[in-house]
């Protein structure tokens, strides 16, 4: 006789590939996500307006800058994490991220055409998009795991799409009469009712065991995750598998800054009105959230179920390795935007549940401050690096082309790494390997 988890009852239930009793927690997942994502939406087509706004030539200092603001935050995100029970991190996080959010709401009101508040600005969203968006994501793999992971993952990060649907169009609905100033306020709340689905969730799992949950013990979710607040480093480096996702991220970053810093150069050549550039980069959000909710709703967790993690890792960089070259053998803005939407859109849907559903087989500690180290200063530091390689390939050769084959290369080591993490993701998940600590 099947366990009554594995039934499913209801038309619902089987076009979106839910068990009995999982409704409810992919609801509060979905709510989590898309309050998250609406709030941050709204505010990048004006991040993306004041990088360009500031130039060209300049973004690799915004990158940098991003940087080192990230180190900076990481210390206080890991005396956070060790101190706080498991359970709460994320409303004590995003309730400090709202507070910023009040203060440029008043520096926006006071200087509204400050060149140095909007790089600020910028910076300070660079580093709330990375952290808010890994923790949410630790939520879910602390809660989820295995099989329940793999169906469950893309389809509450559907929910992140539909935030990057409706911000925009918040955003450009709502900027006349609110500011920018009451558009913060406005992503503030926002985010606070996103800190009440996280807590949601938690009280479900509590109602809701789970025996592949690592630690399984609901107990342990309300006490702090003790230890050091730069444990996140040493765990890292202490992990050959922790390392490899730090490969994976640093090779993602890359491909991606490379195609920003062309996104900035063909928008800034084709549309020089800053209007027009910012409904560009809304355009762009919109068909890219578009698609990348529809691949999630019906077509991620049904492709991580029968194919396999390894299949959500490697097909994107396999495609861009094809998009850098096509995009090289024709540098026309066409063929632009279709691989930065196959990139983006590829990116929430495939590569970002299978990146999380790495971390479901390890310990609570490495799901916190490993991952958030991995997703902030791995990932902006990759940035950095590879936004001063592209700033110097451009001075030296001064060839688009040189730089897109860089890229293409950077993508196809991109997709060996994904496919070596999905080999020993496998391994764990079966038993073979060290769950808690797989050191190398």
Request: net charge positive; glycine share 10%; hydrophobic share 55%.
């Amino acid at each position: 006789m099947a366990h009554p988890a594995a039934r499913r009852p209801g038309f619902l239930s089987r076009l979106f590939n839910l068990h009995q009793g999982e409704s409810p927690a992919v609801a509060a997942g979905l709510a989590m996500f898309f309050l998250l994502f609406t709030a941050y939406f709204m505010l990048r087509p004006v991040r993306e307006t004041m990088g360009v706004a500031g130039g060209v030539d300049n973004l690799q200092w915004l990158f940098t800058g991003t940087f080192v603001a990230t180190l900076a935050a990481l210390p206080l995100f890991g005396w956070v994490a060790s101190t706080v029970p498991r359970r709460h991190i994320v409303s004590w996080v995003y309730g400090f991220f709202a507070l910023n959010l009040a203060g440029f709401a008043a520096m926006l009101w006071i200087h509204p055409d400050s060149v140095w508040a909007g790089r600020v600005f910028y910076i300070w969203l660079s580093v709330f998009n990375l952290m808010a968006i890994s923790l949410a994501w630790s939520v879910l793999a602390d809660l989820f795991a295995g099989e329940q992971a793999r169906r469950l993952f893309a389809l509450i990060a559907g929910g992140a799409s539909l935030g990057g649907l409706a911000g925009p169009m918040l955003g450009a609905l709502l900027v006349v009469p609110l500011g920018h100033g009451g558009l913060l306020l406005l992503a503030a709340v926002l985010l606070a009712a996103s800190a009440g689905a996280a807590a949601w969730l938690h009280r479900w799992r509590d109602h809701h065991p789970a025996a592949d949950i690592v630690p399984a013990d609901a107990a342990q979710r309300h006490r702090p995750l003790g230890g050091n607040p730069f444990a996140g480093i040493s765990e890292l480096l202490c992990s050959r598998y922790l390392l490899g996702i730090a490969l994976f991220v640093t090779l993602l970053a890359s491909v991606s800054t490379f195609l920003y810093f062309e996104q900035a150069r063909m928008v800034a050549e084709h549309f020089p009105d800053r209007a027009r550039q910012t409904q560009v980069f809304g355009l762009i959000d919109v068909v890219v959230q578009g698609l990348a909710i529809l691949t999630q709703v019906f077509l991620t967790g049904r492709i991580a179920q029968r194919l396999g993690v390894g299949v959500l890792l490697t097909v994107v960089p396999l495609l861009l390795v094809a998009g850098f070259l096509w995009l090289a053998l024709a540098p026309v803005f066409a063929v632009f935007v279709v691989v930065m939407v196959a990139r983006r859109a590829g990116e929430y849907a495939l590569v970002r549940p299978g990146r999380e559903m790495l971390y479901t087989v390890l310990p609570a500690e490495q799901k916190y401050k490993a991952k958030n180290f991995n997703d902030t200063v791995v990932y902006r530091g990759g940035d950095a690096l590879s936004g001063w390689v592209k700033r110097g390939v451009d001075l030296i050769a001064d060839q688009p082309t040189l730089a897109l084959g860089i890229g293409a290369g950077i993508a196809l080591a991109w997709a060996a790494t994904g496919a070596w993490l999905a080999r020993w993701h496998g391994r764990l998940e079966a038993g073979q390997g060290h769950a808690e600590r797989p050191r190398g």
